[in-house]
T-cell receptor, first 116, second 107 residues
């Protein structure tokens, strides 16, 4: 068990470009979450997957953002036409849960995005 | 939606001192976690504590779910305890984070 991994760790891009981030959860975990954290703030929820199904999306997730989790394993978060306001740390977390239980989340190291 | 408030927002301690961090939440929650965010941004799990009391070395935590608060105790603080401490409450499909307590421990 190597924990949650995220790639890349850092991304610098120009405004208007598209970027994609990857998250590999702990192997047996069926739930996967994406969060965004800006400077001085706590992480804010973006979206949640149970296996391959995306069950919840925050209003923060505009139509420029899309997330996928094919086959219920790794997940990708894509931002199209990036804006300077997208600059933030993007965090992924996973947990193992059954039914209505909500178990401990484990976070990856994050991807820091800078939009110039 | 549910509100999560942490206090104090900032805390400066001399090494060896004890401290108590508080997390208040406005509605019933499924569970609660405490995290320490290190200077590189990594969130490190401290406690998963929907209710009751847990201890891990110099750290302990208590959650009183019926009164909607949780406390994190740090005893004999060390400079490596510096960083930001977050509580996060679990509601259906997501966790809501508090605004954090920024702790600085001076040598």
């Amino acid at each position: 068990d190597t924990g949650v991994s995220q790639n890349p760790r850092h991304k610098i891009t120009k405004r208007g470009q598209n970027v994609t981030f990857r998250c590999d959860p702990i192997s047996e975990h069926n739930r996967l979450y994406w969060y965004r954290q800006t400077l001085g703030q706590g992480p804010e929820f973006l979206t949640y997957f149970q296996n391959e199904a995306q069950l919840e999306k925050s209003r923060l997730l505009s139509d420029r953002f899309s997330a996928e989790r094919p086959k219920g394993s790794f997940s990708t978060l894509e931002i199209q036409r990036t804006e300077q306001g997208d600059s933030a740390m993007y965090l992924c977390a996973s947990s193992l849960a059954q039914g209505q239980t909500y178990n401990e989340q484990f976070f990856g190291p994050g991807t820091r995005l800078t939009v110039l | 939606g549910i509100q999560v408030e942490q206090s104090p927002p900032d805390l400066i301690l001399q090494e060896g001192a004890n401290s108590t961090l508080r997390c208040n939440f406005s509605d019933s929650v499924n569970n609660l976690q405490w995290f320490h965010q290190n200077p590189w941004g990594q969130l490190i799990n401290l406690f998963y504590i929907p209710s009751g009391t847990k201890q891990n070395g110099r750290l302990s935590a208590t959650t009183v779910a019926t009164e909607r608060y949780s406390l994190l105790y740090i005893s004999s603080s060390q400079t490596t305890d510096s960083g930001v401490y977050f509580c996060a409450v679990g509601v259906p499909y997501k966790y809501i984070f508090g605004t954090g307590t920024r702790l600085k421990v001076l040598a």
